[in-house]
T-cell receptor
Framework: AQKITQTQPGMFVQEKEAVTLDCTYD???????LFWYKQPSSGEMIFLIY??????QNATEGRYSLNFQKARKSANLVISASQLGDSAMYFC????????????FGSGTRLSIRP | ETGVTQTPRHLVMGMTNKKSLKCEQH?????MYWYKQSAKKPLELMFV???????ENNSVPSRFSPECPNSSHLFLHLHTLQPEDSALYLC???????????????FGPGTRLTVT
């Protein structure tokens, strides 16, 4: 069975501060992918960053980095130097790469950036 | 042209109506997806098409019927829906690695469906 858990329903952060959004997962697949998506109030889901289970280095994309700790089954998103435009819902997702697996999403974290 | 487009953006329909949602991707991807996003529930995968063949059908009621005529277009046909089907329906596309698995997916803006 696969499971994704985001324990922070909402967070408030001061502009220009760094923020960490938590994500833990569980899977029996040996190979899997971890994703973070951003959903602004407009509704569109925007891909942010991807981490493969066999990638040795943590993924980074601009101000986004993924703190991947395989043994702890966690894949936290770190946003450096937060901006007002970062206010949105953030979803962690996982896809096992066995034939029986499918992509699943966490319940999301609503991030609000204070000016 | 934006990557993934969806029409209509908003739809209100009665329980006896028949309507269709349309999705089009301009990214050259070979896999397309339908998701349902209800309030206070995680995003739910409904259907996956890879190379125009359905590879995933997540126990979705038969009142939802997908159609994928080619790799760029995806439809969701709706009939005799229930009020609990009111939700945001998101379409996505990706480059398939096999069996409907992929790296990142690119989403459309969604169709906000209200069933009265």
């Amino acid at each position: 069975a696969q499971k994704i858990t985001q324990t922070q329903p909402g967070m408030f952060v001061q502009e220009k501060e760094a923020v960490t959004l938590d994500c833990t997962y569980d899977t029996s697949d040996q190979s899997y992918g971890l994703f973070w998506y951003k959903q602004p109030s407009s509704g569109e889901m925007i891909f942010l960053i991807y981490q493969g289970s066999y990638d040795e280095q943590n993924a980074t994309e601009g101000r986004y980095s993924l703190n991947f700790q395989k043994a702890r089954k966690s894949a936290n998103l770190v946003i450096s130097a937060s901006q007002l435009g970062d206010s949105a819902m953030y979803f962690c997702a996982m896809e096992g790469y066995s034939s029986a697996s499918k992509i699943i999403f966490g319940s999301g974290t609503r991030l609000s950036i204070r000016p | 042209e934006t990557g993934v487009t969806q029409t209509p953006r908003h739809l209100v329909m009665g329980m006896t109506n028949k309507k269709s949602l349309k999705c089009e991707q301009h990214l050259g991807h070979n896999a397309m997806y339908w998701y349902k996003q209800s309030a206070k529930k995680p995003l739910e995968l409904m259907f996956v098409y890879s190379l125009e063949e359905r590879v995933e059908n997540n126990s979705v009621p038969s009142r939802f019927s997908p159609e994928c005529p080619n790799s760029s277009h995806l439809f969701l046909h709706l009939h005799t829906l229930q009020p609990e089907d009111s939700a945001l329906y998101l379409c996505a596309s990706s480059q398939d690695l096999g069996q409907g698995h992929s790296y990142e997916q690119y989403f459309g803006p969604g169709t906000r469906l209200t069933v009265t």
